[in-house]
């Protein structure tokens, strides 16, 4: 018990002074730090996991789109991938996709992952992060949301309740 | 009539069938339409998600010998053999999006040989001591680009009692390559002071504050690196006190310390993806403090991944370093500060580490765990004056 009291009081002292450097910081959007709201998705081709050269830019024409950057070291990344499988069923029927792209690994890698763990939504491959650094997209995840005009409407960490409000802003439904 | 009963009859099957495909035709729809709200996509929101669960045995076993140490010949150097053992259980947790929880708790089990020749200070508590501590770390992402850190931690043993705290603030720039994070620290430590003849003189108190100025950068898709400023302030009781002095005289004197330390030290990093799956980490630091220590480390680092589940590290470490000035083996009596603690002599050391992990896929199928770790290490540090330590440890834990 001797122990415990100065304890509890420097852990109280201490979320005072974060809660005073909180109030100092401000708060700031949480969204579209990295990549800049309005810009377009570059027109790169990209190969598919199932073996199609396909550009993301036309695989989302004319419909709102999700696109999470994942790798398979990344356990945030993985630990997503259910709920990017629910959100690619949901979407599909609402006119909307969601895309994958595996960001830094080869295709071996992201096969041998895939063939353990489908997923639900197309994944397609930049191994040489191409894709990530042309959206200035450095860490991972990363999720992009795009209107049916192509343009960034939203860029986060995670698959978050503000990506999936942006997602679902962009398919034009309430929750 | 017959035709207006007709008419009846199909209007009714009509009516029914119109009314099955409507019935039908929306439950269909409804079943294409899975709900996109918040929690059918992201799940029920847990209070407490448990990421990560540690187990960690290390044994560290040091031998070699010290002129603070009295178990030796008089006026000569001690044994300074020493054994640790140190279980540890590292938990990590989030609660809710933007809050992580980081608790440590090693626990040591210390035999020490040192003191086994009477009458050295602290007999008892040195020969068989146990210590444990607390480290709890909680992180608060503020913003996407500021990530606030407290930490505390508590270490408690049979005579000594210490408290940490410590605050960070980090800043992500707008493409986040580049973070700037500021911190400071306050540590108090509370002893019971023996002199070398194993008498107690009441407490002493010590205090360490530090703050610190660190800058990393991704210098290029696979490179990043890191400078990192450290000004510690130490005042109080600052030596052993139980630590012996040889004097001209063939006698023991108790060491001591100035009551005040002014510690700098500058820290670079770099780390490099290397293409064949694996990692390069360069480590420099510089040290300076005004017991007129003057030190440089160098750190080289080899990761490699061998497979999806395992990798392999191999380290080197250099250490150079002044001696205090006011280091002696020799002392007249009364002389003060005067200290024979190998730790302030003017040394050289290495460190050559190796250690093999493994993360093994278990598909929530083990204890719901994503990942199962398991890995081990040794090390060995030995230096110019007489000391060696051989450190084993061995892990294993999930990642949830």
Redesign the interface.
Known sequence: MR?RL??LA??T???L??LA??AS?G?????G??CPIGTTIPPLELSSIDGRRLRVRDEVAGKPALIALWA?WC?PC??EL??LD??A???A??GGVVVGVSV?EDEE?VR?FLT??PVAFVDVLDPS?AFA?AL?L??LPAVVVLDREGRVVYA??T???AA?TAF?AA?G?R? | MPSVKRSLVLFVLVFVTTTLLVLTGSAVVRAEMAPISDEAILGRREPIVLESLLARYTYFAQDGSGYQSKAGPPGGPGSEWLHVHEPQVEVVFRQGDRIRHRLWLPIDIVTAASPVTKPDAVSAASRYNQAVALDWTTSYRATRAVTLSLREGVHVERMFRSYVLGLSASFASENEDRTFTVGVSQTNDWFDVYDVTGRRHGHANRSTSGVSFALSQVLSPTTIGELNYGLTVQAGELGNTWGGVPTNTGDRDSESYPGRRLRHALVGRLAQFLPWNGAARVFGRFYDDTYGIVAFTMELELLQRLSRAIYVRASYRAHVQSGATFYTTRTTPGTSPATADSDLQELGARTLGAKIAFDIPTGNTFLGARTTHLDVAYERYFRTNDLHVDVISCAVGFRF
């Open positions: 122990g100065p304890l420097l852990r002292l201490g979320a002074a974060a450097a909180l910081c708060a700031r959007p949480t969204s730090a990295a398979t356990d993985v630990r259910d709920a629910r959100l069923l949901a979407a029927p609402r830094g890698t041998a353990r763990r992060l650094r200035d450095v860490s986060g960490e698959l978050d309740r999936l679902r398919l439904v929750e």
